[in-house]
């Protein structure tokens, strides 16, 4: 029994759990660079520090859901908020915030696929070309979530490695690469000068810290799922490792492409042929900018899965969690009803995609997580935290009489 509570609350069992947060934290979507350009890098030297702080803020909300799910005894996101508002019906806010973000993430995602299959093949990610680019990519969606899904399902621990390994040598190549020969090669011939970072302290704090860390609480529902077996020390312990490797991740993306935000964004300014997107996909535009051909190809390749895995997977997702309420009573055949969901969450998530990668992140991400502040995090910490405290007297109270009661009777 001491063996088997060890393991609960050991590092090692921490480490998985905190790698369920990295991994939905740090996918497609991290890797394109887009997010970290927008809500850190923009703003210059701040982005190596304030996503670690954002990523603080995340971790203290996430510890107070999964210490609450713990101690009450569930294991989902839906029974854990009911019983954290303090109306069980108030659990339709986190919900529609999760649907909202998951939508996003799709479109994003097609989005993002399109866009890097357009740089890949050379041309400009603009009207007709992204219409067709993002109709591919959802033609490619449907055959998968029809012929491929227990195969994207398998692979998407391997690609999601892959992508992390990818984006490390992305991280590297950047922080290595001369600016100097950049910038001779590529904005002095064409007279451009590198433009400076944002000017606005506030909006850095702002979208950078807070909203960032509201709509990343979409990691919240795998993390108490994750966590059902470790204890309130190891819940504790994965909390603290999953803010290290977050906070560190997007910090040390953040620090490499403040280093490059000023030549990107010239370059896109200016309309460089080739560069016109500079900032759509710039962990793409960096290595092309480099000039590292091999990685460019490999990343590009694994990037595209990596989107498609995320939409077949988040498609499939929607599907299981509405097809069971989508018209039982006219439509009785389970395929048939699941064939609908999914035919309207990618019609909905096809005319989101053509708004593109950085507007979808920007506008759709960022409101929802505008949202989330109000029905996620302040909620969390306005009645989580007393409930919490409460649960931990009430235990603590209990192990007591138990320890009182098994020393009468052994007196």
Known sequence: METKNASKCSWAAAFAVASVWFGTHVGGGFATGNQVIQYFAQYGWT?????????GILAMVMYVVMSFAKLKGFDNYKDTFAALYPNSKM???????????????????????????????????????????????????????????????????VLSVAILAITACVIFSGLTADMDVITSQFLTPNNIEPIAYTDNMF?????????????QCVSIPPMIAASNELSM???????????????????????????????????????VTGFTNALGIPNQTILNLVGVKAILVLFSLLLFCAFVSTCVTLVYTMVQRFQGVCMPNVIKSEKVRSAVVGF??????????????????????????????????????????????????????????????NLVADN
């Open 344 to 405: 309207v969450v990618i019609c909905i998530c096809f005319a989101l995609s053509l708004l593109g990668l950085s507007n979808i992140i920007k506008y759709a991400y960022g409101y929802d997580g505008y949202y989330a502040i109000f029905a996620v995090i302040l909620p969390v910490l306005v009645w989580g935290i007393p409930k919490v405290r409460a649960l931990k007297g009430a235990q603590k109270e209990a192990n007591t009489e138990a320890k009182v009661g």
């Open 91 to 157: 659990e339709i806010l986190f919900e529609i915030f999760y649907i909202v973000i998951i939508l996003a993430a799709v479109a994003s995602a097609v989005a993002g696929a399109g866009e890097v299959m357009a740089n890949f093949i050379g041309i400009e990610y603009v009207g007709v070309a992204k219409f067709l680019c993002n109709i591919a990519i959802v033609g490619v969606l449907v055959l998968l979530s029809v012929f491929g899904i227990k195969l994207v399902m398998a692979a998407s621990t």
């Open 203 to 215: 909006g850095s704090i702002w979208s950078g810290i807070i909203v960032y860390a509201a709509f």
């Open 233 to 271: 020390k190891g819940i504790k312990r994965s909390v603290i490792l999953g803010w290290i490797m977050n906070g560190g991740a997007l910090a040390a993306s953040g620090y490499m492409l403040s280093k490059w935000y000023p030549v990107l964004k010239a370059l896109q300014v200016a309309g």
């Open 47 to 55: 982005a190596a520090i304030f996503p670690i702080i954002a990523m």
